[in-house]
């Protein structure tokens, strides 16, 4: 009991610090790269520590396997340095038995890692994203210039002139290219979100309305308004909307010269969407576990093909990453064996850079998979692959042990037999 303790302490102390100083390697570039883009007026410094934490689980699914390795090979390299393995495999304890007292810390790292690859990496990378976006957004529309056009997404922006406290636009010309069926979809929602009051009416019939065409047709909108103000809406709604008052609305066809022309005195338009909870390849590491299961599992023309595949490869990467717990003390306690006067550090960069060789294995693994070059199962089997290895590691020396003393003994018994042949 009390050595358990110990060898628990020791691990998850030394993991601790590891994993400290390896957060603050991975993290520093990025941490100057986010001052950079806020010193320039792109970024609001208010957010950054929020954006740096929601990247963390991102670093943490990668960083707190290779630390937890790192953090076992120091610990049981240091057992052999000092002589104490010795003095423990003389009172009974085999190096296995030893490694086998830490399974508490291992299981509750195993749940740890799992919970960070499933839940906590995509949710941090929604999160981020979705900051990212509204700040991108706001940032084009303080970046708004009179006299000016001003582009970002599928809209262009021009404005004449600005109150003095920017919240009011005067003169504004507004430019989107959407497609048909969508522009309509917008339209009708647009509308309904609106009060009665303040709902658009026509000024003008519609002219030469095309209700033949079957296809969508992408359209140019061109929007007209005298004054303009910007909507209040939630923060993390990733969407920008304004009030445009006493104006025209132009759907112009790109292959036809029939047009519609609407009047309003208030319109309602959005220059951002919402994140869609479609499976797409864009979105893949950002969506939940759910959604991704059914996307994965659905094999319909529901999904395309490339969605399909990497959603099956996102799905083997989440569930691969935590064996990387089980896999380290496999590999860490045969690896930290060294010989007198060695000194521990002389098999920790090769051991570091075998176990790094099959995290970069999964990794590979996921981009071959969404490319439909091999199948998800491919990641079970390198699993399995580095597991084996690891138990020849451990189980080496004592099959040239057995494999030697067998040789040995019937040698011995030829020799015996030919000592006692009459002939």
Same mark, same amino acid.
């Given at each position: ?14 993991t601790a610090l590891v994993l400290g100083f390896l957060i603050v390697l991975m !993290?520093?570039?990025? !941490? ?46 240091? !057992? ?226 490339a969605a399909l595949q990497a959603a099956r490869a996102e799905l083997g990467y ?46 590979s693994l996921k981009s071959s998979v969404s490319k439909g070059a091999l199948t ?48």
């Amino acid at each position: 009991m009390i050595l358990r303790r110990y060898m628990i302490r020791e691990v998850a102390t030394h993991t601790a610090l590891v994993l400290g100083f390896l957060i603050v390697l991975m !993290l520093g570039g990025r !941490l100057i790269r986010y001052f950079g883009i806020a010193a320039e007026g792109g970024l609001d410094v208010s957010l950054l520590f929020t954006i740096i934490g929601y990247n963390l689980p991102y670093f943490l699914e990668l960083i707190l396997p290779l630390a937890f390795f790192i953090a076992l090979m120091l610990v049981f390299g240091r !057992l052999y340095v000092d002589n104490e393995m010795a003095v423990i495999n003389g009172s009974g304890m085999s190096r296995g038995k030893l490694g086998r007292l830490i399974a508490p810390l291992i299981i509750l790292l195993f749940i740890f890692e799992a919970g960070l690859s499933i839940v906590g990496k995509p949710w941090g990378v929604r999160e981020s994203e979705n900051v990212w976006q509204q700040q991108a957004l706001t940032s084009a529309f303080d970046l708004i210039r009179p006299n000016e056009f001003i582009s970002n997404g599928n809209y262009h922006l021009y404005v004449g002139s600005l109150s003095n406290d920017r919240t009011e636009l005067q003169d504004v010309v507004l430019i989107q290219t959407q497609d048909n069926t969508k522009g309509k979809k917008n339209e009708k929602e647009t509308s309904d979100s609106l009060p009665q009051s303040t709902a658009a009416t026509t000024d003008s019939a519609v002219q030469n309305t095309d209700k033949s065409a079957k296809s969508p047709v992408i359209k140019d909108t061109i929007i007209l308004a005298k004054r303009a103000m910007q909507v209040d809406t939630d923060p993390t709604s990733g969407i920008t909307q304004l009030d445009l008052f006493q104006g025209r609305r132009y759907e112009i066809g790109a292959d036809s010269l029939k047009y519609n022309q609407v009047g309003f005195e208030r319109y309602r338009i959005s220059l951002a969407e919402s994140p869609k909870d479609t499976v797409t390849e864009d979105n893949i590491e950002t969506q939940k576990i759910g959604a991704l299961w059914q996307a994965a599992t659905t094999g319909n023309d529901k999904v395309p093909t490339a969605a399909l595949q990497a959603a099956r490869a996102e799905l083997g990467y989440r569930f691969a990453l935590p064996w990387l717990m089980i896999i380290a003390p496999m590999l860490a306690v045969p690896l930290a064996q060294v010989r007198p006067r060695q000194g521990r550090w002389l098999r920790l960069f090769p051991a570091i850079l075998l176990f790094v060789s099959c995290a970069l294995g999964i990794i590979s693994l996921k981009s071959s998979v969404s490319k439909g070059a091999l199948t998800v199962w491919a990641n079970a089997g390198l699993i399995i692959g580095f597991i084996v290895f690891a138990l020849y590691l451990n189980w080496a020396s004592r099959l040239h042990h057995r494999v030697k003393f067998r040789k040995g003994a019937a040698k011995q018994t030829q020799l015996e037999l030919d000592k006692g042949d009459p002939l």
